[in-house]
Each structure stands twice: as structure tokens, then as C-alpha cells.
């Protein structure tokens, strides 16, 4: 059963305007969650976070929105760019006993196709 | 970029084939990952490590075993390998518990 939800596999955007991705969680343990972007033959380069005691965080283009009621976050990118084209993952974690190590635990990915 | 390598970039091998992938670092972070990336399942977590021989199982460790036998290298050890191993490995990094992990290039790994 997957802890992390991301129902879209694709969302096409045209240049300049507003792209939103959505991730839904269902375990209420997580307490931090990261955005991440992949490129082809790339590893993920991370984004963007939260906090979960946040309810937004912005950094240039990129805000997250954090609703912990819902249980679901969300990238907006404002705005869009064709280099912006890529396979977003959502992650979240939780603190676990063993070394304090957090554990990732990642959506399926959504690609975002930016139009020219 | 984080200093992360991953050695071979890509593999083909047969089933029960003993394989073991590297992943080095040259940042001197405590904590190391091994990732598989799945279509439609995202990357699941394989084994990590908190530090010089101490690893411990994620999601998905059957299969697999890890060593660290020093800060900068985090090995994945596949004993014999099956063609549901068949994937791409990430191997990832981060200095604190809870901080941000940075990602390795990837393996390909074919097994036939």
C-alpha cells in the first residue's frame, strides 16, 4: 500500500504559466516532505521542503503548500520554463530509532512537460 | 553537486550471478541510501547506513545486502541475482539525520 500518492503520471503546462503538482500521504507520522526533480540518466536533485509545524515554504519559482488536514502537499511553479521539463517525485519522512537515520519514502513521479 | 559516484554506470549480467555496485562519496556524510527506481513505484528504499558498519533494512531488502566498511563507500551486494532485480540503483547521501539527501548519477542493472 503506498504511504505516498501521486495521481498524476503527466501534466502539461504551456511556458509562463502556473504548474501545480499535487502528492497525497496517508501515514500522520510523516513529519517532513521534499520535492524532488529528475532529469533522464540523472539521479534526483532536491528541490524544495517543509516542515510539517509549516503550512508553506517558498523559493524563487517553487512554493510548497503543506495541508495537514488533508494529508496532501503541493509544488506550484510560477513561472513555468521549458527546462523546468522533468519527472518530479513528492517524499516524506518520518525519524526512525536506528542512528536517527531518516528513511524517504517517495510518490511515483509526475512528468511535467513544459510548451514553448 | 555532491561529490557521489557510482560504479558501473551500467550492467547486464545473468540470473545467479553474484553483483556488487559502489557508491563512493567525497563529502564525508554520516548517512548513505541505496535506492531502486520502479516504473509507477517511485524509489523505494533498498538498505541504509548511519555510519562504519552500522546499516540497517529499508522497504524493500530482500535480496540485497550492504557493507561500509569506511565513511566514503557504501557497497550493494546482490548474492544472486533475479530478473525482478532489474532496475536502476541510486545510491544517496546526507550529512544530518532528517537534513536533505543528495543522489547519486544511477546504475542500470540488467539481469538476464
Known amino acids: 500500500d503506498q504511504q505516498v500518492k501521486q495521481n498524476s503520471p503527466s501534466l502539461s503546462v504551456q511556458e509562463g504559466r502556473i504548474s501545480i503538482l499535487n502528492c497525497d500521504y496517508t501515514?500522520?507520522?510523516?513529519?517532513?516532505f521534499l520535492w524532488y526533480k529528475k532529469y533522464p540518466a540523472e539521479g534526483p536533485t532536491f528541490l524544495i521542503s517543509?516542515?510539517?509545524?509549516?503550512d508553506k515554504n517558498e523559493d524563487g519559482r517553487f512554493t510548497v503548500f503543506l495541508n495537514k488536514s488533508a494529508k496532501h502537499l503541493s509544488l506550484h511553479i510560477v513561472p513555468s520554463q521549458p527546462g523546468d521539463s522533468a519527472v518530479y517525485f513528492c517524499a516524506a519522512s518520518n525519524s526512525v530509532s536506528s542512528g536517527s537515520a531518516r528513511q524517504l519514502t517517495f510518490g511515483s513521479g509526475t512528468q511535467l512537460t513544459v510548451l514553448p | 553537486d555532491a561529490g557521489i559516484t557510482q560504479s558501473p554506470r551500467h550492467k547486464v549480467t545473468e540470473t545467479g550471478t553474484p553483483v556488487t555496485l559502489r557508491c563512493h562519496q567525497t563529502?564525508?556524510?554520516?548517512?548513505m541510501y541505496w535506492y531502486r527506481q520502479d516504473p509507477g513505484h517511485g524509489l523505494r528504499l533498498i538498505h541504509y547506513s548511519y555510519g562504519v558498519k552500522d546499516t540497517d533494512k529499508g522497504e524493500v531488502s530482500d535480496g540485497y545486502s550492504v557493507s561500509r566498511s569506511k565513511t566514503e563507500d557504501f557497497l550493494l551486494t546482490l548474492e544472486s541475482a533475479t530478473s525482478s532485480q532489474t532496475s536502476v540503483y541510486f545510491c544517496?547521501?546526507?550529512?544530518?539525520?532528517?537534513?536533505?539527501?543528495?543522489f547519486g548519477p544511477g546504475t542500470r542493472l540488467t539481469v538476464l
Open positions: 544517496a547521501i546526507s550529512d544530518r539525520a532528517g537534513n536533505e539527501q543528495f
Open positions: 517543509i516542515s510539517s509545524i509549516k
Open positions: 563529502e564525508n556524510h554520516r548517512y
Open positions: 501515514n500522520s507520522m510523516f513529519d517532513y
